[in-house]
């Protein structure tokens, strides 16, 4: 059994909470199965060693047509650097093609901040690989959260991650911000490849 925290628990109820039981909270995909993965630090050095976790799975499972590791179609990484331009962090950038090379899409916050990241930065949403979905925050109107960061070429989409009902460490409550939003791209990634 696996006891996340105050953040990764209502992330992981977001993208996957078990649905149709009568309990709690639905996640975007009823059905999908979960490999949380601790990134410790949030450093370019974290960020390659819990990527290249879920990339030597895939690799391992796409190898032995099935037998061996883990069919991850997609990442999330509710977790970031603010401020860090996609320059000074260029392998964690060079990742993301690697993974989309094997077949995992990604999907990134950005900043809980009301930042041009196209000007200040931040990773790893100003990265520029066609594998990466960078995602903002939006409020149930359809309208960015004024706490959450923005970019004409950085951010790809904005999702609803304001007061998200979901799980929580003991049962079941709000949570918000950017980290709530992207799991919702990553749990319909999910969704689209299970149909």
């Known amino acids: 059994t696996w006891t996340g925290g105050s953040h990764g ?3 992981a109820g977001i993208i996957g909470a078990s649905g149709n039981n009568g309990k709690g909270v ?3 995909n009823w059905r999908v199965k979960l490999l949380p993965v601790n990134y410790g630090l949030a450093t370019e050095a974290s960020a390659l060693s819990s990527y290249e976790y879920a990339y030597v799975q895939r690799k391992l499972y796409n190898t032995t047509k099935g037998g061996k590791g ?6 999330n990484a509710s977790w970031g650097v603010d401020n860090l331009q996609a320059e000074e962090a260029p392998l964690w950038c060079a990742l993301f093609d ?12 950005t900043t809980n901040s009301n930042t041009d990241v196209d000007s200040r930065g931040d990773m790893p949403t100003t990265c520029t690989s066609e594998y990466l979905i960078s995602v903002t925050n939006m409020t149930r109107e359809d309208v960015k959260l004024s706490s959450a960061g923005y970019g004409k070429k950085s951010i790809d989409l904005g999702s609803y991650g304001h007061q998200v009902f979901t799980l929580t460490r003991n049962d079941y409550g709000t ?3 950017t980290s709530a939003a992207t799991p ?4 319909v990634i999910g969704l689209i490849y299970a149909t």
């Open 9 to 11: 628990t209502p992330v």
């Open 26 to 28: 639905t996640g975007t």
């Open 70 to 75: 883990a069919y991850i179609v997609a990442t």
């Open 98 to 109: 690697s993974l989309g090379s094997i077949g995992i899409l990604n999907c990134g916050a």
């Open 175 to 177: 949570f918000g911000g």
């Open 184 to 187: 919702h791209v990553t749990g």
